[in-house]
């Protein structure tokens, strides 16, 4: 399967800073990248899906001035969260897909980002 | 709404066989994956099915049925290392996946 990575792995902040989080698609072109946040012993959850060149969607209830989503490139998107606080530590994953060119549409996963706020 | 239920946990044997099962009420169906995660880790796809019936792969295999609205994924020669939580997905009309609560599966010596 295609790579997806992530940078950093994990990241330790203090509440009020913003933090960056990239995600590449190694080996192929992704035309959409999906943004995850998934809380401890949680299910995944959709926070945005972000086309190459145009703005993110974002799901219901997802701030999108607090979550900066960028994805600028096919290889490339970032998830930037501001002024983060406690409350946003959670390990969040993005995705890519190549959509339309693969039978099934798979979503490589990233290894995903640990963030804690302090 | 749409909704995909899962057992919470399962507890199998090592070398035994254990079905998870999913079932899923969704606007619309275009595929129904399972992926498997380890604690502190991003899912790993498992796999897809899109018509009815069975796919096997090795160990793991997985059975739709779309007029029950039913899957699951069945886990042969049970080994430690399939301890993980194992997550229902099925993409909706609009293309976009709707992730069940996921599965913890304990395997025990």
């Known amino acids: 399967g295609a790579v997806v990575s992530q940078h950093p792995s994990w990241v330790i902040c203090k509440s009020g800073t913003s933090v960056k989080i990239e995600c590449r698609s190694l080996d192929f072109q992704a035309t959409t990248m999906f943004w995850y946040r998934q809380f401890p012993k949680q299910s995944l959850m959709l926070m945005a899906t972000s086309n190459e060149g145009s703005k993110a969607t974002y799901e219901q209830g997802v701030e999108k001035d607090k979550f900066l989503i960028n994805h600028a490139s096919l290889t490339l998107s970032t998830l930037t969260v501001t002024s983060a606080h406690p409350e946003d530590s959670s390990f969040y994953i993005c995705?890519?897909?190549?959509?339309?060119?693969?039978?099934?549409?798979?979503?490589?996963f990233g290894p995903g980002t640990r963030l804690t706020v302090l | 709404g749409q909704n995909i239920d899962q057992p919470t946990e399962m507890t199998a044997t090592e070398g035994a066989i254990v079905q998870i099962n999913c079932t899923y009420q969704t606007s619309g169906f275009n595929g129904l994956f399972w992926y498997q995660q380890h604690a502190g880790e991003a899912p790993t796809f498992l796999s897809y099915?899109?018509l009815d019936g069975l796919e096997e792969k090795g160990r793991f295999s997985s059975f739709l049925s779309r007029s029950k609205g039913y899957s699951y994924l069945l886990l042969k020669e049970l080994q430690m290392k399939d301890s993980a939580s194992y997550l229902c997905?099925?993409?909706?009309?609009?293309?976009?996946?709707?992730w069940g609560a996921g599965t913890k599966l304990i395997i025990k010596p």
């Open positions: 997905a099925v993409r909706d009309s609009n293309y976009q996946l709707i």
């Open positions: 099915n899109v």
């Open positions: 995705s890519a897909a190549n959509l339309g060119t693969s039978g099934y549409n798979e979503q490589f």
